[in-house]
């Protein structure tokens, strides 16, 4: 079965911090995943996606993602954080094996970003 | 402004009854897909559409019925309405639908509660 974990459902942190966002997969083979942001009273943003090749990632807003087969995780990077950065991330999966854009969200993390 | 638009913003419905929300995309992209947030559960893929045409159906329920009188269009029919359809129903495109790893364009959401 496909899932997506984000374990923290909260983050808080201070400005100036570094700040890293745990994502876990499970999938049998390798899956294309992806982070997307909603800032409050907005829609999803897309932030990056992991297809192949190598495995950080970078994205918008100074955000990275590294993709890891060996504990089947992609975790959301930036440093250093910015009160702007507070918001909802969700990171999900898309199965390479048919259906396209039929992503598999995690559950979120809201991030709050003390000045 | 906003590429693309999901109306209404909120709705409020008895249970049994029917509701239609109505969602139009410009940016001129091909394929068009809905997603449902329920609470406490993630973000859950529903229907993609590719040229107006069904792709992928997740919905197990008839209840559901997409309806794409235009490409940019892509409204979602809900008759016999129940409580458990309370959700914020999204609506979302991308450029094309088949190739995989997609980046999705999210509308603001139709926040829809049953009574």
């Known amino acids: 079965a496909q899932s997506v974990d984000q374990p923290d459902a909260h983050v808080t942190l201070s400005e100036g911090a570094s700040l890293e966002l745990r994502c876990s997969y499970s999938?049998?083979?390798?899956?294309?995943l992806f982070w997307y942001v909603q800032y409050p009273g907005q829609s999803l943003q897309f932030l990056l996606k992991?297809?192949?090749?190598?495995?950080v990632v970078k994205g918008t807003k100074g955000f990275e993602a590294e993709f890891r087969k060996s504990n089947s995780s992609f975790n959301l990077k930036k440093s250093p954080a910015h009160w702007s950065d507070s918001a909802k991330y969700f990171c999900?999966?898309?199965?390479?094996?048919?259906?396209?854009?039929?992503?598999?969200f995690g559950e979120g993390t809201k991030l709050t970003v003390s000045s | 402004d906003p590429k693309i638009i999901q109306k209404p913003k909120y709705l409020v419905a008895v249970t049994g009854s029917e509701k239609i929300l109505i969602c139009e995309q410009y940016?001129?992209?091909?394929?068009m897909y809905w997603y449902r947030q329920s609470a406490k559960k993630p973000l859950e893929f529903m229907f993609s559409?590719?040229?107006?045409?069904l792709m992928d159906n997740q919905t197990a329920s008839s209840r559901f019925q997409p309806q794409s009188s235009k490409k940019n269009h892509l409204d979602l029919q809900i008759t016999a309405l129940k409580p458990d359809d309370s959700a914020t129903y999204f609506c979302?495109?991308?450029?094309?639908w088949g190739a995989g790893a997609e980046t999705l364009y999210f509308g603001s959401g139709t926040r829809l509660t049953v009574l």
């Open positions: 979302a495109s991308s450029q094309d």
């Open positions: 999938y049998s083979a390798a899956p294309y």
């Open positions: 992991y297809i192949t090749g190598d495995t």
């Open positions: 999900a999966l898309e199965g390479t094996q048919g259906g396209s854009a039929k992503l598999i």
């Open positions: 940016l001129g992209h091909n394929a």
């Open positions: 559409y590719s040229y107006q045409k």
